[in-house]
């Protein structure tokens, strides 16, 4: 069976500092994936997608970035954190089929402070 | 472009049903979905629905999909206290990710 893995699950961090959270899934092979971001009482937004080992979209333009050095290994960095990047991230997967529903399979996600 | 909107929040009594209504604007969606957000948790998908269905029904779950007016709408039937948590509408187009709404969440008074 496939498992979505997300660490660290909070992290507290001030305002400048680097940022690194890992998403790793088991059990798949060749899978899309997401990372979305949940700002206290709003919804997700999708941060980046990757369709494969160095394919990376981004769909907002921020001070983020994401990099897949694995086939099932997504990592989500920032060089100084802002106030404003502070919310909860979720790592998602999905396998891509013609014609059926896609379900996207979500991680525990990562509260990150930043203060 | 893709919008998708939800009421904030919705407060029902243990027993009674609950129906969760989203807009969307995107009339090229091939799949609408609802997920599911307990808290601290992340996402479970509890159903969706093809676009070229009206309805579709599984157990407590009821889903209307209105194309001409872009309203999706899941109904619990007899909703518990484990009801309670934040529901996501969400559609797929043309891209392989999904546009989620803000959520609403539901609360169920015992």
């Known amino acids: 069976s496939q498992t979505i893995h997300q660490w660290p699950a909070t992290l507290v961090q001030p305002v400048g500092s680097p940022l690194s959270l890992e998403c790793t899934v088991e059990g798949t092979s060749n899978p899309n994936l997401y990372w979305y971001r949940q700002a206290a009482g709003r919804g997700l937004q999708l941060l980046f997608y990757s369709v494969g080992i160095g394919q990376i979209s981004s769909e907002v333009p921020q001070n983020l970035s994401a990099s897949r050095p694995q086939d099932r290994q997504f990592i989500l960095s920032s060089k100084k954190l802002l106030l404003s990047d502070s919310g909860f991230y979720l790592c998602?997967?999905?396998?891509?089929?013609?014609?059926?529903?896609?379900?996207?399979?979500f991680g525990p996600g990562t509260r990150l402070t930043v203060l | 472009g893709e919008d998708v909107e939800q009421s904030l929040f919705l407060s029902v009594r243990e027993g009674d049903s609950s129906v969760i209504n989203c807009t969307y604007t995107?009339?090229?969606?091939?799949?609408l979905y609802w997920y599911k957000q307990e808290p601290g948790a992340g996402l479970q998908l509890l159903t969706y629905i093809f676009s070229n269905m009206d309805m579709k029904q599984d157990q407590r779950l009821t889903v209307l999909l209105n194309k001409k007016d872009k309203h999706l709408s899941l109904r619990i039937a007899d909703t518990q206290t484990g009801d309670s948590a934040i529901y996501f509408c969400a559609e797929r187009t043309g891209r392989r990710a999904l546009t989620f709404g803000s959520g609403t969440r539901l609360q169920v008074q015992p």
């Open positions: 995107d009339s090229s969606s091939t799949y």
């Open positions: 998602a997967w999905s396998q891509e089929r013609e014609g059926t529903y896609n379900e996207q399979f």
